[in-house]
């Protein structure tokens, strides 16, 4: 989980982000299929290379 932006791209052995907090933040994948979950504030969320899923949460988010 993540209070603060925060991209996968340079860790290969993770596949999972959860932003937290109310902030809007944003969160970046990498190459494996991730599921990144937004928090309630307006994120940006890219889930980069793979089959991923992109849960944007209750702020108004962008993808």
């Known amino acids: 989980a993540s209070s603060v932006s ?4 340079a860790i290969d052995n993770v596949e999972n982000l959860s932003l937290t907090g109310t902030t809007g933040i ?3 994948g990498n190459s494996l299929n991730n599921t990144i979950t937004g928090n309630s ?3 940006s969320i890219d889930g980069g290379d793979g089959i991923d899923t992109l849960i944007g949460g209750t702020g108004d988010d962008t993808y």
Do not use: I, P, Q, V
């Open 26 to 28: 944003s969160g970046t």
């Open 41 to 43: 504030g307006a994120n």
């Open 6 to 9: 925060f991209s996968l791209a």
